[in-house]
């Protein structure tokens, strides 16, 4: 099992910024992959970033590419998502998830991932 806690999110005006961080704990050394995702109100969820644990590959959901930047910090098992030029349609409740290895490995599917944080609410006023 891993645990996952995500913290960070709040109300920002657009143009702002702001990092969230997903706290990661329990069998942490079966993760291949972390991801962001968010889900708007009415929306489905959607991908945003996610990070590959052995090669540091990282992917970008079309909407954030140039503005939102994932990165780690092995020491603290905590993955972070750094938010620029958020836009009011950013606003989501924002998730991260762990995929443990199961053979292919699509970052960018929900499905593909086997935990989940309780998500942090992001809102960006225009």
């Known amino acids: 099992q891993v645990q996952l806690v995500e913290s960070g999110g709040g109300l920002v005006q657009a143009g702002g910024s702001l990092r969230l961080s997903c706290a990661t704990s329990?069998?942490?050394?079966?993760?291949?992959?972390v991801g962001w995702f968010r889900q708007a109100p009415g929306k489905e969820r959607e991908f945003v970033a996610a990070?590959?644990?052995?090669?540091?590959?990282?992917y970008y959901g079309d909407s954030v590419k140039g503005r939102f930047t994932i990165s780690r910090d092995n020491a603290k098992n905590t993955v972070y998502l750094q938010m620029n030029s958020l836009k009011p349609e950013d606003t989501a409740v924002f998730y991260c998830?762990?995929?443990?290895?199961?053979?292919?490995?699509?970052?960018?599917?929900?499905?593909?991932?086997?935990?989940w944080g309780q998500g942090t609410q992001v809102t960006v006023s225009a």
């Open positions: 329990g069998r942490t050394f079966d993760t291949v992959a």
């Open positions: 990070s590959s644990w052995h090669d540091y590959n990282t």
């Open positions: 998830a762990a995929g443990v290895a199961k053979g292919s490995y699509y970052p960018r599917a929900p499905s593909w991932y086997d935990y």
